[in-house]
């Protein structure tokens, strides 16, 4: 913070760009008072949230079938692949004119962002506990075999505990892309949101209070991953045990 105060206060990079941090600072209660910002994060958060939770409706039932059986693989693993190099952002006309402007478009939107990079990873791990060069993981599989378990104490023993952990994984490092996916639905119609705040902000060149958002922004990011991290021993107690 300093010494972005010395390289701000000595004009080496414009005001436009990079503002006074004490100009952002003395911002902040404005957001508050007169921008509604904590309604604005409550709209961020929830929009957020809801789009996981479509993405992972979808991507985990799909992700397992996928990767247990062989004809769903055959036929899918290939093109899901390859959605993971779609450019979302270009898609946003699609999305508005199939649903709309409203807060339910947004939700579809993130939740296709979060699902192109979850239903691969959903079935990568299935796979990869399936693989006989992965001795580590693989045994347990042939175990399971071995005493006879049943296909339904094999998925709910063996194939759930083991991709959840790593698909949960998965889902923390996920955090930043859902934020910017967030950021960009929420310009679309901006009827809330931090990332609409930004907007408007940077169309009016407040640039103090565009970067004030930001660090709302990476604040947000940092508390979900606090989260994450305190729930996965409560969520796998079988792998601290």
């Known amino acids: 913070m300093f010494l972005w105060y010395l390289v701000a206060i000595t004009g080496i990079v414009s005001n436009k760009i990079l503002p006074n941090p004490v100009d952002m ?38 992700g397992f079938i996928i990767g247990i059986y062989p004809i769903p693989r055959s036929m899918f693993q290939k093109p899901l692949e390859g959605l993971r190099f779609l450019a979302l952002p270009a898609t946003t006309g699609l999305f508005v004119a199939s649903l ?14 979060i699902l192109i990079y ?9 796979m990869e506990l399936q693989d006989p060069n992965n001795a580590k993981d693989n ?44 950021t960009i639905a929420e310009n679309i119609n901006r009827d809330g949101g931090v990332g609409a705040m930004i907007g408007v902000f940077s169309r009016q060149s ?32 079988h792998h601290r045990k």
């Not at 990011?221 to 996965?232: A, H, K, N, P, T």
């Open 25 to 62: 600072l003395c911002s902040i209660p404005n957001l508050f008072m007169n921008y509604n910002l904590i309604g604005n994060i409550g709209y961020t958060v929830s929009l957020n949230i809801l789009g996981y939770i479509i993405a992972l409706a979808i991507a985990i039932p799909l």
């Open 100 to 113: 709309g402007l409203g807060f339910n478009m947004k939700a579809t939107f993130l939740a296709v962002g």
């Open 118 to 126: 979850i239903l691969p990873a959903v079935a990568q791990r299935v």
């Open 139 to 182: 045994v347990y599989l042939q175990t399971a075999i071995t005493i006879g378990m049943g296909k339904w104490d094999m998925f709910r023993y063996v194939y759930w505990p083991y991709v959840m952990e790593r698909v949960y994984c998965d889902i923390r490092n996920l955090t930043a892309v859902s934020y910017t996916y967030v």
């Open 206 to 237: 407040c640039i103090p209070e565009v970067y004030a958002l930001l660090f709302v922004i990476v604040i947000i990011g940092i508390i979900q991953d606090s989260l994450f991290r305190v729930m996965d021993p409560v969520i796998f107690k």
